[in-house]
């Protein structure tokens, strides 16, 4: 899942952020099943 999918309906962009960052990120990226779907997390990275 790219972060570019979850933010494409917000007023957020990623511009400020490097390429490596980004696909650092998306890397770390998983999903959980809810009960109205699935939902996309990321493991928190300060603690």
Do not use: H
């Amino acid at each position: 899942m790219k972060i570019a999918d979850i933010l494409k309906d917000s007023n957020y962009k990623l511009t400020q952020f490097r390429d490596e960052y980004i696909e650092e990120l998306e890397k770390s990226i998983f999903t959980k099943q809810l009960k109205s779907g699935e939902a996309p997390y990321i493991k928190c990275l300060v603690r």
